[in-house]
C-alpha cells in the first residue's frame, strides 16, 4: 500500500510504497529545534522503496556521533520531510507527521532520554537506546 509523506504546502513528497513498520523517536535538542516540537517522531525505510515529488532544499547537520543528516526541506513552506545518514545508505528518514496518518505504528525506540521534556510519558513499546 502507497503511502504519501507531504511538507505543509504539498509541494515535495515522500511516496512510500511498502509497509511502514516501526517508528522511533528523538528526543535530543536538534530534532526540537527542527521541529518546533518535544520530539522528533520518524520512520525510515529503503531508498528504492521511496519516490519523491517536487523541490526540495539541503541542510547538512553533523550528529554528536559524527555522522552526517542531510535534511530535506520545502523551500516555499519549510517543512522538513525526509533525511539520509551518511551511516546509512540506501535508507530514507522520514517524518513521520508528514504522512498525517494518526494510525502509523506506535514507536519501537527511542533516542536521547535525557533530553526529554519533562512532562512527557512515553508508551511502553519505546524502547530506550542510549547514545553514548
Ligand atoms: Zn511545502
Ligand atoms: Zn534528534
Redesign the pocket.
Known sequence: MKQEAQCSCGQLKAIVDCEITKTSI?H?F??QKRTGSAF?IQIRVEQDKVLIEGGSTTFKRTGDSGGVATFHFCPKCGSTVYWELDGMPGSIVIAAGSFANPKLPSPTFMV?GNRMHHWLTMPESAVEYFMT
Do not use: A, N
Request: negative net charge; proline residues 0%; contains cysteine.
Open positions: 528523538c535530543c536538534e530534532c522528533g536521547y
